[in-house]
């Protein structure tokens, strides 16, 4: 099968699989990524996706018939991928995590990173590796046979750094929480971590490992993969419930009530929480989040900066700046201490450790911070995204009184003479779909639906 370069992404390589990603498909990424960093040795995971064990074989064989070494983590999550690389520190070359994350099943695909680990995304390799992987070049083998080791020991080296940085309190009450694993890598890792904490009265929707995702997508953006963790958490008594995605490097988590909490106010509140042990760091937060945010991470004596979204974007700006914490809207989250990358373990016992810690419900901790109403994300198909971000923007251009461009646009309009009626609004292209996103945010419900509308309207008036 020849490689198709739509499938090398700005995050990561993805598509369908089989289909658009097979065995020689990875076999020429492989040597492409050999001819370009040089590797010496590469540490591989993948996740439990039916095609995942012949994507490892694949990869295992390309790279040891070009001389490189591998240490194989098996089956893991992205972020104990992730970690096996950051602990490995100098010693790894290269990483390659087999997952397509949240993605349906049909889906899989390759996280690329380097020593650091620093992801290898759009403008930083994915284009090189793309040209050559889908060129005609044809790629030496070595006569030399690299060297194929094992490490079993990844997922609890990982849980003792979590459990490390998050501090729990020694006499840890009993309480209960509700977990939706959504067939993914959570139900691999989270044993781990429970068995440890054996107070904790954990309630398990889906941690079977299963491909096919026969319940729901593990994807916790989408309201409809939500419901039944939503429901189980109404009908009795829980701390709050918790949702991680496929590749378990996003979490979302619902209240003591049931409702879902916004990924950006997540952020907020994980900002407070890193920022008491890291005073005065930089907090990146993405083009999307809610003012609230930089407001909170100010209160809290931290340097707020927007950034565009996209975990690996985002990995890459925080070792460029030295943030100590980022969040996104589609709720990822990184922390300095686990390398600039996510820690979803981390996330939960956090969050854990605050509602015990103010001994009130999880609602009274998080609403205070959402200071105003958005919209959440709202996704338009559309013939070209980026002429449509310019066509929305020069028709508002000269109103906004600050506008940022580092995705898409994020115009914003304040008034002196009329607070109430401030707003702002996003408009970008996906990363990842043929689509053109928007996220708005007002200081009232009824100015953020009036805006919603009237946006809607244009967008699809855009030919």
Known sequence: MSLIP??????????LSPGEIDEAGVDRVSRALCQIYKPKTIVIGRDMRATSPILTNALVEAFRSSGVSIVDIGLCSTPVFNFAMGEGGSKYDLGVMITASHNPAKYNGLKLVEAGPLPIGQGSGMEELRDLACSAAVFETSSTRGEYTQDEGAIKRYIDRVLERADLPKDLPPVRLAIDAGNGMSGHVLPELFRRLPSIDVAKLYWELDGTFPHHEANPIKPENVKDLQALVRQDSF????????????????????EQIPGDILTALFAQEILATHPGGRVLFDIRSSWSVPEVILEAGGVPEMCRPGHALIKRHMHETGAVFAGELAMHYFFIDFWNCEASELALLLLLRRVIREEKPLSQIWKPLQRYVHSGEINFTVASPVDAVKKIADQYRAEATTISEIDGVRLEFRSKENPAGDWWFNVRPSNT??????????????????RREELTKKILEIK
Not at 435 to 449: G, Q, S
């Open 6 to 15: 739509s499938i090398f992404k700005a995050y990561d390589i993805r598509g």
């Open 433 to 450: 779909e043929p689509v053109l996103r928007l996220n708005l945010e007002a200081r009232t419900k009824e100015e953020m639906e009036k």
């Open 239 to 258: 701390l709050f419930g918790v949702v991680p995605d496929g590749d378990s490097d996003r979490i979302g988590f619902v209240d003591e009530t049931g």
